[in-house]
């Protein structure tokens, strides 16, 4: 069984400090790695997506893969009370269906 | 990216009754997801819906229960047949739209909120 795994949270942090959240997988040899970011009430926006290892910046966001411990984070940095959001992690394998596994997300709350 | 709207937004439904989810997506792709997210839960695949072939259900989910149709590259249905309380959920629709160097990338519809009293 493919398994994605996210701390539940709540994440709680101040406003401007730098947020880190944390995924890890089973499936060793995935490929693809996606964070979406989910409002409550709205459906799964895509904030980030990365491929190999090392770190991937976009703007306040970044992401970090390490295939070797099978783990990938996002960072945001300049915390927002606008980011106030359920973060979840994605990954896909190497098969053609082209499937997501998501994790079950984590809360985050950024207090003013 | 991907322009995605579903129909309808939101329903309330008897037990024992269908309801019919639209998916329409503002470009052609290959491939079409539905999912199911309960309340306080992360997503659920229900089953991938290719244009031209038989949709591929996951372990738990089955035609008879949830059919779909894939006529075209724009466009799929998700059927929720007989309903039960226990398919009160929104579902979702997403799409593969890959761009450059990017592939595996999943778009989402806006989700249709079902309750089934």
Sequence with gaps: ?112 | SAVISQKPSRDICQRGTSLTIQCQVDSQVTMMFWYRQQPGQSLTLIATANQGSEATYESGFVIDKFPISRPNLTFSTLTVSNMSPEDSSIYLCSVEKGTGGSYNEQFFGPGTRLTVL
């Design chain 1, 1 to 112: 069984q493919k398994e994605v795994e996210q701390n539940s949270g709540p994440l709680s942090v101040p406003e401007g400090a730098i947020a880190s959240l944390n995924c890890t997988y089973s499936d060793r040899v995935s490929q693809s790695f996606f964070w979406y970011r989910q409002y409550s009430g709205k459906s799964p926006e895509l904030i980030m997506s990365i491929y190999s290892n090392g770190d991937k910046e976009d703007g306040r966001f970044t992401a970090q893969l390490n295939k070797a411990s099978q783990y990938v984070s996002l960072l945001i940095r300049d915390s927002q009370p606008s980011d106030s959001a359920t973060y979840l992690c994605a990954v896909g394998g190497m098969d053609s269906s082209y499937k997501l596994i998501f994790g079950s997300g984590t809360r985050l709350l950024v207090r003013p």
